[in-house]
């Protein structure tokens, strides 16, 4: 067997692989889309529920009637939408004020900072419910919107600060030379040189919450819920057995705002990643 040979067994090997890949990963999502559109999906194979046997719409039905699930897409685009508004405001300006400080005091607070994001969500569940009840906030959609902030903020802060670090001194220094004021020189030129990184964090934001559960089960009332806790009434009880055919229909309604904005949003994302990969 000659090098050429070797190569194209190679790369059909590697081809081989990712096909596997493709189709493991892929699975799940679509098992879930064929149990939503069958009458029964419990205790059928997969490949029982992909033929189709038993079509149905009635659990998309179910999942829009029974599963209030406007009522739920509201609060989730709310605090969503929200979060992002929020955090970008509030962690550009933060970020970018860190990285006009000293290397090894802004290493020092960058990474006090990401400290809160070390915590598991579940340690801070229950402290963040006390701390809602005595200002009143429990169960309201301002304390979800708050105890999402608190996860996302060191996140976004971290993540900006190293898209500041690849804006060009020597493009600043330029713009200070030429009168440049501290806010002009925000606004004007470092900011638009971030952008793609901003860009790519209200995306990742956004998807944070939609997809946030922990902190929604535990502080969020019953007119503060989103979808992620909305599923769980079809998840039955000691009478009551779960409707699987239910739950995928919820579920894949859940999932399909996201793999849209996901898909439409992403070049930003991955030239925001890249832009924040390489030293400016």
Known sequence: MNDRQKANLLLGGQYAGLTLWLII???????????????????????????????????????????????????????SVAAVIISVVVCVPMAYGLNKLRPRVRGALSFAVLAMRFLPHVVLALPLFLIFVDLGL??????????????HIPFAVWMMVGFFENVPKEME?????????????????????VRP?????????????????????????????????GITRFMGGVEA???????????????????????LANRYIVSGMTAGAVKG
Not at 138 to 147: E, Q
Not at 175 to 184: E, H, N
Not at 251 to 259: E, M, Q, R
Request: proline share 5%; hydrophobic share 60%.
């Open 25 to 79: 990963s892929l699975m799940p999502p679509v098992v879930l889309l064929a149990a939503a559109f069958n009458e029964t999906a419990m205790f059928r194979s997969p490949l029982a529920l992909l033929t189709m046997s038993e079509f149905t719409l009635e659990n998309f039905t179910t999942a829009f009637s029974a599963g209030d699930f406007w009522f739920f897409f509201r609060n989730s685009l709310i605090i």
């Open 138 to 151: 429990s169960g309201s959609r301002t304390g979800l919107l708050l105890a999402h902030l608190a996860i």
């Open 173 to 193: 220094e330029a713009a200070i030379v030429d009168g440049c004021g501290p806010w002009k020189l925000f606004w004007s030129i470092s900011l638009p040189v």
């Open 197 to 229: 990184g901003l860009n790519a964090l209200a995306i990742l934001v956004f998807i944070m919450s939609w997809n946030e559960y922990l902190f929604a089960l535990f502080l969020a009332g019953s007119d503060a819920q989103p979808l992620t806790v």
């Open 241 to 263: 057995g779960a409707q699987y055919g239910v739950i995928a229909a919820y579920a894949s309604l859940i999932v399909l705002p996201v793999i849209i904005f996901a898909l």
